[in-house]
């Protein structure tokens, strides 16, 4: 199948394009380049180190035969997205080419707006491209299992059946999304839906939960092709800070009661959810919900099969200042039936996979950056003072 | 009170302007003027002549006293918005700031585009200005009754409870919207739901039904004073549609099956509900949604009761083409009763206000241009073929 990789050169949107690439799927990559410019605005860098575009691309042709073409340019240029549409003909899309940091989105108004900007008019110029172009196309897009929030009910797959004063409809599930990232998710899901409505456009919708690992089996083959692992506090996710604290000897940083509870899932089962959705495509004018994780644990708890798994003793710092504003201790139940239906095999986290996670900190520990990891963005101020690279009085918590 | 009347040059913004600083209010007007662009974009006028905002404003002190004070500028552009807050010092602000024609937004991907930024990035430098300025500051925001859709359950004012498999919450009511104008007012909703709740901004979302009529008792001071009175296919609502094609013997035009049924509502209730919602404010972090609408009727109805109150035998056209992707029968049951309880006394659609409208368009009826009226934007292809002020074939259903 002929698929575009938006984001390709991404965390997971990389490893995602080789996994399609070696099942035989003709794939060009389309990214602005910006992930990297992030880290360079930050002053942070993926612990592990990323090869460019084009070592990868070669790299990945070498060692596989199978060549991945690559489109370098923005979303948010129309001509641009109209164009590669119109050249590659692609039977599907899978769209990870959006900022997907929720602090990033937090630290000020420059930041929200251009992370709605950007993610949403991203979306537009690419569901306007798809129904001028070929409106067959299916549409694969990332969203996130933030979208939802954490209501005091049942979380279903993008819909929920309502009874209201005698009268039933099923309509979609309600949103409370916790930043302006997530809410340019939010916003794209109800664009999408209506696209998908009056254009008879097809789109699969993945709320995914947070993703952990780096390893994938391609990416495994050669350094040139390893995807990134963030760590830092703008970017990074909490499973990976927890495997630095720990291999650096430094207490595991649980933010506010720590019974925040978050859909999970590994790397691999992102590359197995997208090519099912790929390869088990929407109808014509259907808007699909999947929910994309495999478990859900709280933050305690993860801290806690760190703290157990560590070969060396490492202490758990509870209830440290919560940078965001979030329910601390919730409910929380979510279906996620859809992807497994499909034949998803999970791949859960067990004790191989943090151990695994923490002996690829270990090789590169002389690249830890303790600096990144402290907060810097703060949700109850419209106007983070970033601290980033250079050393700061907020990381004084982190001290051994 | 000082309050900002963002897009006070406006069909609603310019009444609701004299409206308040007629009450005492001190009041400035915040505008860009682009409604005036959009007629000349379009080829169309207002039926009723309307003067410059200087005018307006030289004429309205002329009168009443009242000095209204005008900052012309953009609410995409911060630094403006940020400086109008710092220097008006608003206890509040009234936003009708946005494009807010359905058509307009579905003309193609430059006009969804543009509205989607437009509205959203105003509304979130608006509310960054505010949190950074003074929170305290109660923003009363224009949302529409479209934000929901036609669901098949009542709706309720901006949440509803939900019970599902034996929990209970309180959400956010699902929405549905029918176009990319709706969707930019739905995201607005949701991002300022989030300022709230982060920030502790305080905010009223009128979720606003269609607006009929042009007279208030300010505006019927002088013709100067006049506000707009539109009929057009991309700005015109459907009761002024009726009226014009009534007066000039022209049969009424009802798309699809006509049981579209919207909530309505007269003008004078638009400033009355707003004043309400400004002398009675939110709390600080409350995001507080009214339904503002006192009736609702069906399209078929509507034509009904200007057929049955025109002097003159008119037809109902009935069948047409429905430029537009919607429920042409549809249950419609919608709350609206907390501004009743503020103390809101409706102003009824009867036909003494249907012999108004239809006296103001025999007043003007020099100026009707019949070939704005015929439907130009069509929901189901995402790039449409204007056809404006020039003759056009499509306007042949008009024929007499």
Redesign the interface.
Known sequence: MKILVLGGDGYLGWPTALHLSGRGHDITVVDNLVRRAYDREMGVESLVPIATLGDRVRKWEEISGHAVKVQVGDLTD?AFIYAVVAECEPEAIVHFGEQRSAPYSMI??EH??YT??NN??GT??LM?AI??TDPSIHLVKLGTMGEYGY????IEEGF?E????G???V??????????YH?SK??DS??MM?AC???GLRATDLNQGIVYGQSTIETDLDPVLATRFDYDAVFGTVLNRFCVQAVTGHPLTVYGAGGQTRGMLHIRDTLACVTLALENPAERSEFRVFNQFTESFSVRQMAEMVQRVCPTPVDIAEGLNNPR?EHEEH?FHAANTKLRDLGLQPHLLDDGVITGMMELVERHRGRVDLNAIAPTVE??S??SILKTASPSSDASFLAV
Chains 1, 2 share one sequence.
Do not use: C, M
């Open positions: 129309a000020d108004r929200a707006v709605q900007v949403v008019v537009l110029n306007y129904a001028e209501p005091n009910i049942d929920i309502i009874t209201h004063k009268r039933t409809d309509l979609p599930y309600p949103k409370q999304p916790g930043s302006f809410l939010v916003h109800a664009n209506f409505r009056v254009w504003v409910y949700w109850r419209s106007s």
